[in-house]
T-cell receptor, first 118, second 107 residues
Framework: EAGVVQSPRYKIIEKKQPVAFWCNPI?????LYWYRQNLGQGPELLIR????????DSQLPKDRFSAERLKGVDSTLKIQPAELGDSAVYLC????????????????FGNGTRLTVT | LAKTTQPISMDSYEGQEVNITCSHN???????ITWYQQFPSQGPRFIIQ???TKVTNEVASLFIPADRKSSTLSLPRVSLSDTAVYYC????????FGQGTTLQVKP
């Protein structure tokens, strides 16, 4: 089975520029997550989708970050404008429902997009 | 939210058994305990998940005592390729990763 695919793998932009990350989850996985990981830290949840609905976006900085998951499959995370502090690895993960509780389903992660803001 | 506490780092040698303990005092009745492994420049990878007692798969074992306030990930006979960061998660509403345990396996 193909894993979670993310692109681009690396992105370097100047501050105040926009940037977008794309994620294709594992086929059939209804739940999709975006995490941000700073160097030496664990991943931090930004947003969680169940199908096309964002069910938890409490940690998403909504003044500059936005996300969408059209048709409940692929997802895009956007930052506009980017700031120096946004430099991090952005990880996408997906999972499938298990026993009616998606929270207990193991997450499958992509390899992330490393963003550098200069 | 159930918070987890685990050692920041551990060292071991090839061929040894490694046990990483995670504390989760506020675990709720319906919460599962899940462990992930992360190599540099890769996303975390699921290792094992359990609810109580012992779970074993081809990679690791997970020991959970009756009070479920802690859990221990056991890696048998580690090799250099097991050098990674290991995260313990209690799935409680939000999937919160802590800082993880950096395991360094030496030859």
């Amino acid at each position: 089975e193909a894993g979670v695919v993310q692109s681009p793998r690396y992105k370097i932009i100047e501050k105040k520029q926009p940037v977008a990350f794309w994620c294709n989850p594992i086929s059939g996985h209804n739940t999709l997550y975006w995490y941000r990981q700073n160097l030496g830290q664990g991943p931090e949840l930004l947003i969680r989708y169940e199908n096309e609905e964002a069910v938890d976006d409490s940690q998403l900085p909504k003044d500059r970050f936005s996300a969408e998951r059209l048709k409940g499959v692929d997802s895009t995370l956007k930052i506009q404008p980017a700031e120096l502090g946004d430099s991090a690895v952005y990880l996408c993960a997906s999972s499938s429902y298990l026993q009616g509780n998606s929270q207990n389903s193991p997450l499958h992660f992509g390899n992330g997009t490393r963003l550098t803001v200069t | 939210l159930a918070k987890t506490t685990q050692p920041i780092s551990m060292d071991s040698y090839e061929g040894q058994e490694v046990n990483i303990t995670c504390s989760h005092n506020n675990i709720a009745t319906n919460d599962y305990i899940t462990w992930y492994q992360q190599f540099p420049s890769q996303g975390p990878r699921f290792i094992i998940q359990g609810y109580k007692t012992k779970v074993t798969n081809e990679v690791a074992s997970l020991f959970i005592p009756a009070d479920r306030k802690s859990s221990t990930l056991s890696l048998p006979r580690v090799s250099l390729s097991d050098t990674a960061v290991y995260y313990c998660l209690v799935v409680s509403g939000k999937l919160i990763f802590g800082q993880g345990t950096t395991l360094q396996v030496k030859p």
